[in-house]
């Protein structure tokens, strides 16, 4: 698994070839690669939150959960994190016929998985939660998997680069609504007792 982390981040194209030729079964085995990459995130914010802490705007208080709260929160963003992949697969396969592609569940998962690298890596950036910077990579992050999909979809589905490119395009617009449903979650899950909790 993670030749193809190193791979996607080095030489994203040759990746995506090699993972196109994969069997059914070297594809179900890529189903883990969500459930490990995201616990990386959720570990990272928790140790960040709970021991590090940040401060808001000029004040020099240091704000930080407890771990009682950082434990739910982590486990329900890591949670989310998983969903989210999961999901977002579920439908690239789901739109495949619409762009003449052939796929299956594993496959659809498999493209959303990889794709995600990026977004999980950047992630660890909560080891030491720092706003502005935090924001910076996490934009940079966003960028480098949407260039990932948009170059991923042909190669991986077998199809031109212009259906891919607008397969790609339909899978970014089903990405904002599951990060929509994902925000609606979240405030709900804070009505049902999982909000922050601070120390003094």
Request: net charge negative.
């Amino acid at each position: 698994m993670l030749q193809y982390s190193v791979g996607i981040l080095t030489s994203p194209s040759t990746a995506w070839r090699r993972l196109a030729e994969l069997s059914e079964h070297s594809r179900a085995i890529l189903l883990l690669y969500p459930a490990i990459w995201a616990a990386l995130p959720a570990f990272a914010w928790f140790y960040g939150t709970t021991q590090i802490g940040w401060t808001v705007g000029l004040n020099d208080d240091v704000v930080r959960l407890t771990e009682e709260s950082a434990v739910v929160i982590s486990f329900l963003f890591y949670a989310a994190m998983v969903g989210a992949v999961v999901a977002i697969g579920y439908f690239i396969h789901w739109m495949a016929d619409t762009y003449g592609a052939e796929s299956t569940l594993t496959k659809g998962i498999m493209i959303a998985s990889i794709t995600a690298t990026p977004l999980f890596l950047m992630g660890l950036v909560g080891f030491y939660p720092i706003l502005w910077l935090d924001m910076l990579l996490g934009v940079l992050a966003l960028s480098w998997s949407v260039y990932l999909l948009y170059l991923g979809i042909p190669i991986v589905m077998q199809i031109p680069q212009e259906r891919g490119f607008l397969f790609a395009s339909a899978v970014i617009a089903i990405a904002l609504v599951v990060l929509i449903t994902l925000m609606v979650v979240s405030v709900l899950a804070w009505d049902w007792g999982a909000a922050p909790a601070f120390t003094n």
